[in-house]
């Protein structure tokens, strides 16, 4: 099988399982595959033709739509690619399509979903634990690969004036876009005003959030501009997402990370800097609006939007929060960023060994089949 037919998609939670999914594709149309996105909503910002033949958009879809649509063209498929989309992949497989998992969040989740554990191939980004989980897993040790980030080498930080304010990654089924641009003004504003000299602000967020903010600071970048402006940036404010925090890795720019906006973030946070890796974060606890992270995703996220109509309603806590992004970003710029050792600890390069895999598995499947 010399071109072998895949068909991607990406978790609506959040900008890097679509971003991951972006990554891996333009890989494989290197390597030679012949790909089609399905997906919905805000992953579809990042996703483009070519390397896709086809992006078909199943926004607001039901389920068993869905299942018809995957049906019908499962035969013109060797292997049905999820970055964390486990509903999506279960789908696939009541559809008849052999399924590749990549997850880079192997160890944060309380159980691994089950259709992650009875897949073809299920691909783990590296992180701490990551590895000892799977090995203390044998159903799932069998068909998994440990891959390094999906980021480049490491880069040498050149900063520049700017200060990077990454917003990207705020969506996710829990919480209105209404409450994602709301998350993406209040921190912004703080940011801004946080400023001890007029340094420009560049801004990222998808095309919703940015439309919502009107600010002409802010813009939909793809993954190679977005790590170019973090690379030229004096510092950068994100969210503590793994794809932020490994972006960070690769380009050294020293970071603040911003109030958690999902469940796993407190935790990443905490591992960041329980390890030496993080420069300075801010949770929503430091202006007196602590989130119980242990509580689940839609809990968690209803209690974050609370706190940032809160916040954003009351000029003491505003007051309080851009004191505190003043105060942790004071020293910012001074040297690269603590992140940038991850790279030495997990590595790099993990989009082309994912890709890689993957052909491999698609054309295993597709002898398999002829």
């Known amino acids: 099988m010399a071109h072998p037919r895949l068909l991607l998609n990406a978790q609506p939670f959040g900008f890097g399982p679509a971003a991951a999914t972006a990554l891996l594709a333009e890989e494989l149309a290197r390597l030679g595959c012949v790909l089609d ?37 499962a035969r013109a498929y060797d292997l049905f690619v999820t970055a964390m989309d486990f509903p999506a992949a279960a789908v696939a497989r009541r559809a008849g399509l052999d399924i590749a998992v990549y997850d880079a969040l192997t160890w944060f989740w309380p159980q691994i979903p089950a259709v992650a554990r009875d897949t073809g191939l299920y691909l783990a980004q590296d992180f701490f634990g990551v590895r000892e989980r799977i090995q203390a ?24 004036r700017h200060v990077l304010v990454n917003l990207g990654g705020l969506h996710n089924p829990y919480w209105t876009t209404a409450d994602a641009v709301a998350y993406a003004r209040l921190m912004l504003d703080a940011v801004r005003a946080a400023q001890p000299v007029a ?7 998808s095309r919703r959030v940015a439309a919502g903010l009107a600010d002409p600071a802010v813009g939909t970048y793809d993954h190679a501009a977005v790590l170019d402006l973090m690379g030229s940036a004096a510092y950068a404010c994100m969210t503590p997402g793994l794809g932020h925090i490994y972006d960070a890795a690769a380009t050294g720019v020293p970071t603040l990370w911003l109030p958690s906006v999902n469940e796993s973030h407190p935790a990443q946070a905490s591992r960041l800097a329980a390890h030496g890796y993080c420069d300075a974060h801010l949770d929503w606890a430091d202006v007196g609006q602590a989130v119980d992270a242990a509580t689940p995703a839609r809990e968690f996220l209803a209690a974050v939007a609370a706190n940032v109509r809160r916040t954003s309603a009351t000029p003491a806590l505003r007051e309080t929060l851009t004191t505190r992004i003043a105060k942790l970003t004071a020293d910012l710029g001074r040297a690269p960023g603590r992140a940038r050792s991850l790279t030495d600890r997990f590595g790099h390069g993990g989009t082309r060994r994912a890709a890689t895999a993957l052909v491999r598995h698609a054309r295993g499947r597709g002898a398999a089949n002829d």
């Not at 990042?46 to 869905?66: A, F």
Request: charged share 25%; hydrophobic share 35%; glycine share 2%.
């Open 137 to 160: 897993d044998p159903a799932l040790r069998s068909r998994a690969l440990v891959v390094p980030p999906l980021i480049p080498p490491r880069r040498t930080w050149r900063p520049g």
């Open 37 to 73: 996105y399905v997906g919905e909503a805000h992953t579809l910002d990042l996703q483009h033709t070519p390397p896709y033949r086809t992006i078909h958009d199943w926004t607001d879809l039901p389920e068993d739509q869905r299942l018809a649509r995957l049906t019908e063209t």
């Open 199 to 205: 340094r420009p602000l560049i801004a990222t967020a």
